[in-house]
């Protein structure tokens, strides 16, 4: 069928102009979503700096944790969008929220990108919570849909500090040794056969030990080393809430 008139013009509008339209629309997302990280930090700090309890009426962090689920849902697949689901839990872990952490993860689609940077954050919020069990299905939904090897070797690595946390060491070898067949030679493979040896020489009755997981992005990110120190720690030496 011939496009005439109006109907060319349209069509012609579709194709050029709105996918233009969408392309500058994206940097104002990202000043936006930037624009809000930058308040919902100051925000916190001052609640804390002035004593405010984690989680209490008042936290800021937990207006902020529904301001970026919002904006994640007005934006889906964008950067902005990606990042704004990152900020969400976060702030919730801040604020001590973990069994929301834990639903607010089941509602995000398995191949959301991201996974690669939450998913050690919602096995602490397990750990904190004992569901180490619904942790464990939320990971192996995400595992089956994933084919990024950095992604798969970030979800086998928060499996196998899940089955560490839980003293199950032999799982955990299982998990760690598949984080190595998925990424051999990187920053996060070295990070999971540091933990195996570390699993290989444990002494009995002794604490398992909490290892350094390699991320998706190949940088090194260590999990919290005492019990309870589960909310997200912020950058430099001040205790400031994270950007």
């Not at 397990?126 to 180490?132: E, V």
Request: hydrophobic fraction near 35%.
């Amino acid at each position: 069928e011939v496009l005439k008139g109006g109907a060319m013009n349209r069509y012609l509008l579709s194709v050029m102009v709105l996918p233009l339209v969408a392309a500058q629309a994206l940097p104002d997302l990202d000043k936006h979503y930037a624009e809000m990280s930058s308040r919902s930090v100051k925000e916190a700090n001052k609640y804390r700096e002035e004593g405010g309890r984690p989680g209490g009426a008042g936290d800021p962090a937990l207006q902020w944790a529904e301001t970026f689920w919002k904006f994640r849902e007005d934006h889906p697949g964008t950067p902005a969008g990606t990042r704004a689901s990152r900020m969400c839990l976060t702030w919730l872990r801040h604020a001590d929220q973990d069994k929301e952490v834990l639903a607010r993860a089941e509602k995000l689609p398995v191949d959301d990108p991201v996974w690669a940077t939450v998913i050690d954050g919602v096995r602490e919020s397990a750990r904190k919570t004992g569901q180490y069990d619904r942790f464990l299905r939320i990971a192996e939904s995400v595992l089956g849909n994933a084919k990024d090897a950095g992604l798969r070797a970030a979800v086998y690595a928060a499996m196998g500090q899940s089955w560490v946390d839980q003293n199950k060491p032999e799982r955990a070898r299982s998990a760690l040794e598949s984080v190595i067949e998925e990424v051999p030679g990187t920053p996060a493979a070295k990070a999971a056969q540091k933990s195996l040896d570390d699993i290989l020489h444990l002494a009995v009755g002794k604490p398992a030990p909490r290892f350094v997981q390699g991320r998706a992005t190949g940088r090194l990110c260590k999990s919290p080393r005492r019990p309870g120190r589960g909310r997200p720690r912020a950058s430099g030496a001040n205790g400031r809430a994270p950007g």
